[in-house]
Antibody
Framework: QVTLKESGPVLVKPTETLTLTCTVS??????????VSWIRQPPGKALQWLAH???????SYTSSLRSSLTISKDTSKSQVVLTMTNMDPVDTATYFC????????????????????WGQGTLVTVSS | SSELTQDPAVSVALGQTVRITCQGD??????ASWYQQKPGQAPILVMY???NRPSGIPDRFSGSSSGNTASLTITGAQAEDEADYYC?????????FGGGTKLSVL
């Protein structure tokens, strides 16, 4: 059974750095064509993809937050960590981690990406 | 960066068919995936690839794609299908979500 669980602070102050950890089970962070993404959702608003890291260590970030995000993984601990610097009240949101899969692949590229398992999410409030 | 556009709200009569659409240039290169989210819950995957349903998703859900538009169709909508639906797609090396469609089952 695949599970993902987010952990981190529930409250951070403006300008502080947020560190979130996603602990996974039921699969390995070394499995091919798999990775972990971070996705957030401000209260009452839409989902926003933030970053992902694949088993081959490919990383990608949303362009609007690229300078403030860092994603990394510790395969021995089955954990993926996201840090976000210079937090602002607009960053108040529920933060989800999700397993990302790639499929429908040729020898050079894949054409289908999807999030097949999600954590329950953790609400992070940014306030002084 | 690319965007995915969804209608903010759609309604359907109980038992009828509804199509939820998602438009964006990246859909010309990559398949969309679709997520259902009910209040207070994490999203769940309901459709991915050309027309693939994860285990446990009813067969009344189907997917299709043409040009820059991906569609999620619910044939015979049920009360429990009332939820927010989000499309997602790869865009170069990143991923992008649509703004979501609130589905009301009347």
């Amino acid at each position: 059974q695949v599970t993902l669980k987010e952990s981190g602070p529930v409250l951070v102050k403006p300008t502080e750095t947020l560190t979130l950890t996603c602990t996974v089970s039921g699969f390995s962070l070394t499995n091919a064509r798999m990775g972990v993404s971070w996705i957030r959702q401000p209260p009452g608003k839409a989902l926003q993809w933030l970053a992902h890291i694949f088993s081959n260590d490919e990383k990608s970030y949303t362009s609007s937050l690229r300078s403030s995000l860092t994603i990394s993984k510790d395969t021995s601990k089955s954990q993926v960590v996201l840090t976000m610097t210079n937090m602002d009240p607009v960053d108040t949101a529920t933060y989800f981690c999700a397993r990302i899969r790639e499929a429908t692949c040729s020898s050079v590229s894949c054409y289908s990406y999807y999030f097949d398992s999600w954590g329950q999410g953790t609400l992070v409030t940014v306030s002084s | 960066s690319s965007e995915l556009t969804q209608d903010p709200a759609v309604s359907v009569a109980l038992g009828q068919t509804v199509r939820i659409t998602c438009q964006g240039d990246s859909l010309r290169s990559y398949y969309a995936s679709w997520y259902q989210q009910k209040p207070g819950q994490a999203p769940i995957l309901v459709m991915y690839g050309k027309n693939n349903r994860p285990s446990g998703i009813p067969d009344r859900f189907s997917g299709s794609s043409s040009g820059n538009t991906a569609s999620l169709t619910i044939t015979g909508a049920q009360a429990e299908d009332e939820a927010d639906y989000y499309c997602n797609c790869r865009d170069r090396s990143a991923m992008v979500f649509g703004g979501g469609t609130k589905l009301s089952v009347l």
